[in-house]
Every structure is written in C-alpha cells, then in structure tokens.
C-alpha cells in the first residue's frame, strides 16, 4: 500500500465549477501536511499547507481529518490557470531524528473553457 | 534569485555510462535531497543529506551516489545506468528537517534523463 493515495484523475471541469481533491495517509505518526502544485513538465512548488482547523487562501481550502488520516483540497471558481497536478504530500519521522517528505502520484486537474 | 539549480536539463545516456548531476543552492539551507519522479508513482526520494559531510540513504538508493563537500551542492552520481534510471529527477532544498520544524521545500527545475 502507498503511504500518501490520490486519486489520480484527470478532474475535466468548466471554469468557475467547485472541484475537490481528497488524499489519505497510512502513518499516523506524520506531522504536517501540504498540498504542492505541478504544471506539466515543471517542478513541483507549494500551494499550500494544511492545519489541523482547516486553512483557507484566497479560492483554496485545505482540511485535516487526523482521526481518518485523510486530506481534502477545495478549490472554488475554478480558472483555466487551475489546470495542474497537485500533490498531497506528508511529512512523517524517518531516520535519525529528521523527516521526510512522502509525495502522492498527483491528481490532475484540466479546467476548460 | 537563483533558488534551486539543477544541470543538465536533459540527458541521453547509454546503458553502463555514468554521469553525475548537479544540484547547487544558494539559500544557505541545512537539508537537500535528491527524488526521482516516475509516472504513476510520485515523487521517491533517492538520497538525502543534513548538512554538508553528513549523507543517508532514502527509499531508492540503489545505483546512485551521493556526497555533501559544501552546504551549496549536492551532486547525484549514477554509477553505471540502466533503463530502469529512466526518470525525471528533483533536487529539493530547505532551511530544517529536524523535528518539529517545518519549512518549505524548494525544487529545482528537473533533469529529464533516458537511459537506452
């Protein structure tokens, strides 16, 4: 099983439609958690992180359920600049007292006119 | 600003070369790591490193070499290619690791080898 599961898509939605992206996680004992954005053939970047309350920036709304191990992204009025992957990422304990980041396999995100 | 720079942005190597590829940052940060991004499989971390003179092994060290002489860089080495070293290839920095902290990951921009 993977650590951090997305679904993989493609999400094809028209502009301005509500789409969301959900990710869960196996080890409970990861600490942070973030969603990264990647256009095609670029390097991944930080969108944004996620807390424990949920977090909100702009048209993106983040949510933690720790209890379910599971990480929900929101994005509302989609634009056709939306179109990307997003990656769920986890930061969990590895070796040694540091961490590592485990990366999901991205869910895509086509918006169309 | 310079941020995360990785070279080559492409290679073609032929099965049993070797080559190495470069990271350099200029961020002054503690932590830097290698990951290789395959289709379907997400980002999987090769190596990783602390500080300079201190390297340790990630998910999928096998057939890769790494060292840290200076904060600044962080070079990949692949000892002797296979096609299976097929991949897109990140280098990431950021300020800490260590527990109970958090700062961002950086990447730079991808190097895109094919090994035939």
């Known amino acids: 099983r993977k650590e951090v599961e997305q679904d993989p898509g493609p999400f094809n939605v028209p502009e301005g439609a509500t789409v969301a992206f959900n990710c869960t996680y196996s080890n409970s004992a990861s600490q942070s958690f973030f969603w990264y954005r990647q256009d095609c053939r670029k390097e991944p970047k930080l969108l944004m992180s996620v807390y424990s309350s949920g977090n909100e920036d702009g048209r993106f709304t983040a949510q933690l359920n720790r209890a379910s191990q599971y990480i929900s992204l929101l994005i509302r009025d989609s634009k056709l600049s939306d179109s990307a992957t997003y990656l769920c990422?986890?930061?969990?304990?590895?070796?040694?007292?540091?961490?590592?980041?485990?990366f999901g396999a991205g869910t895509r995100l086509a918006v169309h006119p | 600003n310079a941020g995360v720079t990785q070279t080559p942005k492409f290679q073609v190597l032929k099965t049993g070369q070797s080559m190495t590829l470069q990271c350099a940052q200029d961020m002054n940060h503690e932590y830097m790591s290698w990951y290789r991004q395959d289709p379907g499989m997400g980002l999987r971390l090769i190596h990783y490193?602390?500080?300079?003179?201190?390297?340790d092994q990630g998910e999928v060290p096998n057939g890769y070499n790494v060292s840290r002489s200076t904060t600044e860089d962080f070079p990949l080495r692949l000892l002797s290619a296979a096609p299976s070293q097929t991949s897109v290839y990140f280098c990431?920095?950021?300020?800490?690791?260590?527990?109970?902290?958090?700062?961002?990951?950086?990447f730079g921009q991808g190097t895109r080898l094919t090994v035939v």
């Open positions: 490193s602390v500080g300079a003179g201190i390297t």
């Open positions: 990422v986890v930061k969990s304990p590895w070796a040694g007292g540091y961490n590592k980041l485990i």
């Open positions: 990431a920095s950021s300020y800490s690791y260590s527990r109970g902290s958090y700062t961002e990951a950086f």
